[in-house]
T-cell receptor, first 115, second 111 residues
Framework: DAGITQSPRYKITETGRQVTLMCHQTWSHSYMFWYRQDLGHGLRLIYYSAAADITDKGEVPDGYVVSRSKTENFPLTLESATRSQTSVYFC??????????????FGDGTRLSIL | EDQVTQSPEALRLQEGESSSLNCSYTVSGLRGLFWYRQDPGKGPEFLFTLYSAGEEKEKERLKATLTKKESFLHITAPKPEDSATYLCAVRPTDSWGKLQFGAGTQVVVTP
């Protein structure tokens, strides 16, 4: 089925470990986004990408790394996980163009717990 | 700094009891305002985009309106299946495609 898929849906890891969250979309959307959602903070943008090989920081980028070698994939890596990165992570995509006003479409999230 | 504030934080309604959710925003220029619905364990689902003051959009029991400072999401004669968290987001004119989200309003509709 077309859409945006995230994997894994659930992940438990330990502090200091590296963990990568995957995001794949089948719409060929230019823009992709990573958010974290925490109680009391709502959705906060971590990183975004306008196209393959073009990425930029959002509101809370520290401790995260992204890459986008192919249009359809946008993995998010926590290089050395900390407990403060325990959260629900959402990937989103939207059609491109700087002047585009298309909505973002979201995956169902990855629930990450760091012990 | 761009800000989006939603109220109330939570709303409990009887089935059929209409109500409104508020989204107030502060941006230098607004390119669009978006409403999403989020069910537990799921990602936000797009509902509406509003572009200019005075605009209205409707979908089933939901109606969204926009002024220069705020947006309202009216829920008319809600049913239990309307229970969800409703998120508001703004896209400022200089945002390069990004959205600024509010914290959401959790709506529970009881039979």
């Amino acid at each position: 089925d077309a859409g945006i898929t995230q994997s894994p849906r659930y992940k438990i890891t330990e502090t200091g470990r590296q963990v990568t969250l995957m995001c794949h979309q089948t719409w060929s959307h230019s823009y992709m986004f990573w958010y974290r959602q925490d109680l009391g903070h709502g959705l906060r943008l971590i990183y975004y990408s306008a196209a393959a090989d073009i990425t930029d920081k959002g509101e809370v980028p520290d401790g995260y790394v992204v890459s986008r070698s192919k249009t359809e994939n946008f993995p998010l890596t926590l290089e050395s996980a900390t407990r403060s990165q325990t959260s629900v992570y959402f990937c989103a995509s939207s059609e491109g163009g700087v002047r585009s006003n298309q909505p973002q479409h979201f995956g169902d999230g990855t629930r990450l717990s760091i012990l | 700094e761009d800000q989006v504030t939603q109220s109330p934080e939570a709303l409990r309604l009887q089935e059929g009891e209409s109500s409104s959710l508020n989204c107030s925003y502060t941006v230098s220029g607004l390119r669009g305002l978006f409403w999403y619905r989020q069910d537990p364990g799921k990602g936000p689902e797009f509902l509406f985009t509003l572009y200019s003051a005075g605009e209205e959009k409707e979908k089933e029991r939901l109606k969204a309106t926009l002024t220069k400072k705020e947006s309202f999401l009216h829920i008319t004669a809600p049913k239990p299946e309307d229970s969800a968290t409703y998120l508001c987001a703004v896209r400022p004119t200089d945002s390069w495609g990004k959205l600024q989200f509010g914290a959401g309003t959790q709506v529970v509709v009881t039979p």
